[in-house]
């Protein structure tokens, strides 16, 4: 657990202090061991209780839907920023409505990566700790790099795009492997094997909905999986209604996805969300050479046209 440094802190208190801000999101320490816990600051006297180190997984920009009309400020990642981003460019929010304090990230600890190098089940955590670059359970430490999620091992954008304040050294590693591995593994399959693939991977899901509560992305008003009117499917666990589900959430996030992963750690059954959503954030990189929230000036690929634009898919 580590405080923020002061310089960071005594910002936050002066937005808060001078009405620059109604509600400064961040992460304080949690009660499960390596997870820490969206905290949500409206009084500066409350600013020591902020805390950042690789514990700190949640994207906090999801409580932005909830939260229109208010003045915001919060921490951000890399991915964070990006999906800001993304919500500005879709006229959600606007720049001068929030206030940013971005952190370069080394990435974070995926618990259930660490229970898996112990040989445990990850409930059988009962304390661990940070020191430095390691994380120690017991008397057992491992390297910090070898338990990241997925999604932070290949990161390729540590430093926010988008932040009023920068705190934390910048990254000087490099990415540990190609961010796009698993979505080539899939497309080496044949059409059949992709589909069992892909069918056998949300068999387990339960339609939650913890996946679209957790993305950043998904903030309409009334989701397609609530409309009676007309009704787009039956909430049911069968395989077509669940098969339904995650191909049309996917596709609503075509040229939008910042692969945060959120909607994969949110998930209770272990999805692989990430491998289906990669596959449209590769489509929208090699077909429109297009990275989502990376400017916000740009415009995402499937609200533009151009003449040049691939259409082979087109019968």
Known sequence: MTPLPEPIAQQIVAWL??????????????TVPLHATPAFIRKAGEVSRLIWDATCETNLAAYLKNLRGQKVGLMVKGCDARAIVGLMQERQWRREEVRLVGVNCPGVVDRLAVAER??????????ASLEGDRVRVGDITLAIQDVLYPMCRTCTMRKPVLYDVLMGPEFQGSPQGDPFAHVREMEALSTDERWACFTAEVARCTLCLACRNACPLCYCTQCFVERTQPAWFTPT????????????????????CVGCGACTRACPVGIDLRLFLDKLRLDALE???????????ARPPLTTYREDDPNDFIL
Do not use: K, M
């Open 287 to 297: 077909l429109f050479g297009y990275e989502a929230g990376v400017s916000v000036e």
């Open 118 to 127: 112990l040989g445990i089940g990850v409930e059988e955590i009962e304390s």
């Open 17 to 30: 202090g001078s009405g620059e801000i109604d509600l400064f999101i961040g992460y304080e320490a949690g």
């Open 237 to 256: 666990t069968a395989p077509e209604d669940v098969q339904f589900y995650q191909v049309v959430r996917t596709f609503h996030l075509a040229g939008r």
